[in-house]
């Protein structure tokens, strides 16, 4: 009786099974064995402007291991399971060579745990030599990103990695993160059915796929071999006199475009984990500072187109001025003195710009500073820009006027001092510099970013004016010495002015006497712009940074062969009787 009813209620469940649970039943079987995977999309590369890869990604595995499944196949098949992982482990470390330890592998491979990473990037064709003798290792998909530079352009690329949350290689700092959505391109996805218990995809179940698409490539303006080049001289000059910090921008004289912007604190991509907090920054867009005399060029740049002066008005200037509470000195001390308004700005005088700053009046000087893009951004394409600060009109003190003329009490980025001179370079006419040249399709096409609207600031003839005068500043002839000769460049005519401003002493809020920002902005060459150089040195051991113009200026002159000035620059009167 037993056996009849067990055997009736067998048929009974059978009878539901198979009909009137037949078709719910084969749904849950299919739902269990289905899984959507995802399609990563190929990050798209960096170059630079003559195509060479900055930054590109590479497709790799991870392996992967079920320490318990393997013990129960293995069981289930009457061998041994150790002898088994031991296998698996030594098979892992023949592969993947001496950088896998196949004792660590081995002691996974016995741990309790239900999954283990084996190893975290592989090559395909690794992981395809390691599945073939033991299929129950599972490769997932990961992405390599490469930087085949190291440091090179490091601060300006950023960097990206691995994100195993978005199970996608991900912007995290630099242009890497600000041009993310760019970069990334779509994931696809596909439906697949796989083995019960295992990630095995069973053969002809892929359905329902919608392929990646790739992710755009940025072409940069950068010029690789110049970028480094000028990283090495900067991080070597900072070194020689212990700067606590140094940046340098180069900019096409013409398009605004930065062939180099260097810092002397960088990090390698590839090896993230020895990058600092201070090295993933990028000083030249993000730290602002005050850049003494080479702001001088705004009065320069207003004096002239205003009328109030000429190259030759001469200016009876006293060894001291007093302006409001404050009395402003030159860096040399001299009795009243007859400077030209070329050789104001050849030597550097502070009360002689002041003079000159006064007959233009404040309101033109402030609309040449507006226009010349200072306290505001650039938008060059690049994290984190800074806009430097020039206190609002409305907020001047009776000091203020005394200050900002001599480049104390406003602040500006290394790009941005750049950005200036490349106005006088450009006939008055200021091009936003920008990093991004084009953007490069998955199939190949190139599209050019747009460029960006100039800004005209002076006449032409004003900005040719201002930049024969700077011309003066590295002349070197007795009584008509200029501040920056050591950035005169045989062959070329060099338009140029040095800077040195006092930091804030935290402790007092007032101006340091022994803690400076030294600062050189120049023009190669001045009969004829190709580049403009911008550069901030950090409280150096040295008072000038024209020795490192030079040196950036002669591989410039060399790399792309700027031809010789039709002759020297003419001798400038600074001083006289």
């Known amino acids: 009786m037993v056996l009849v009813l067990a055997l009736v209620a067998a048929g009974l469940k059978l009878a539901a099974v198979q009909g009137l649970q037949a078709a719910e039943l084969s749904a ?136 195993a949350d978005e199970r996608k290689v991900q912007g995290l700092v630099g242009l890497e993160n600000y041009a993310d959505d760019v970069l990334a391109g779509q994931d696809g996805r596909r439906v697949v059915d796989t083995a019960e218990g295992s990630d095995a995809i069973i053969p002809g179940s892929e359905r329902a796929e919608r392929p990646p698409v790739p992710g755009t490539g940025l072409e940069l303006t950068l010029d690789s071999d110049l970028q480094f080049t000028v990283a090495q001289m900067l991080r070597d000059y900072a070194r020689k006199y212990r700067a606590k910090g140094a940046s ?56 002239i187109e205003s009328g109030a002066v000429t190259p030759d008005t001469v200016l009876a200037v006293p060894g001291e001025l007093r302006v409001a509470d404050r009395t402003v000195r030159d860096a040399w001390s001299h009795g009243t003195v007859n400077l030209t308004f070329t050789g104001v700005l050849a030597l550097s005088s502070n009360i002689g710009t002041l003079l000159t700053a006064q007959r233009v009046g404040p309101d033109r000087f402030v609309d040449m500073l507006n226009r010349m893009g200072l306290g505001q951004r650039t938008n060059v394409g690049l994290p984190g820009e800074s806009a430097g600060r020039v206190p609002p009109r409305d907020q001047w003190s009776g000091s203020t006027f005394a200050n900002l003329p001599i480049g104390q009490g406003l602040s500006m980025t290394v790009l941005q001092m750049a950005d200036m001179y490349q106005a006088i370079a450009n006939d008055g006419l200021r091009i936003p510099p920008r990093i991004v040249s084009a953007e490069i399709a998955p199939d190949g096409t190139r599209t050019a970013t747009p460029r960006p609207e100039g800004v005209r600031v002076v006449s032409p003839e004003t900005a040719r004016t201002v930049r024969d005068m700077l011309r003066a500043v590295t002349q070197n002839e007795r009584g008509q010495r200029g501040t920056g000769v050591e950035a005169a460049l045989d062959g070329y005519q060099i338009s140029a002015k040095t800077g040195t401003a006092q930091k804030v002493n935290p402790g007092c809020g007032c101006y340091s006497n022994s803690n400076y920002w030294i600062t050189f902005a120049g023009i190669l060459p001045a009969d004829a712009p190709r580049f403009v150089v911008g550069i901030m040195l950090d409280d150096p051991a040295v008072g000038s940074a024209a020795p490192l113009f030079h040196q950036i200026a002669s591989y410039l002159a060399g790399r792309y062969q700027i031809p010789l000035s039709p002759g020297p620059s003419p001798l400038a009167t600074l001083t006289v009787p």
């Open 28 to 163: 849950q079987a299919i739902n269990q064995r289905t899984t959507v995977q995802a399609l990563p999309a190929q990050r798209g590369t960096i170059t630079d402007r003559n195509g060479t890869p900055l930054a590109f990604s590479v497709e790799a595995k991870a392996l992967y291991a079920q320490p318990q499944r393997i013990i129960v196949e293995q069981r289930a098949m009457r061998a041994d399971p150790d002898l088994h992982k031991q296998a698996m482990a030594h098979r892992v470390a023949q592969v993947l060579g001496p950088a896998v330890s196949e004792q660590e592998v081995l002691a996974q491979l016995r741990s309790d745990r239900t999954t283990v990473l084996l190893a975290p990037l592989v090559t395909p064709a690794q992981a395809r030599a390691i599945q073939q003798d033991f299929p129950e290792i599972s490769a997932e998909h990961r992405e390599i990103r490469q930087y085949p530079g190291g440091e090179l352009a490091s601060n300006v690329l950023g960097v990206a990695n691995w994100r």
């Open 248 to 303: 340098a921008v180069v900019l096409d004289a013409h398009t605004g475009e930065v062939y180099a912007m260097a810092n002397d604190i960088t990090f390698d991509p590839n090896n993230l984990a020895a990058a600092t907090p201070e090295s993933l920054g990028n000083p030249a867009v993000s730290a602002p500072f005050e850049p003494g005399s080479v702001n001088k060029v705004i009065t320069a740049a207003a004096g």
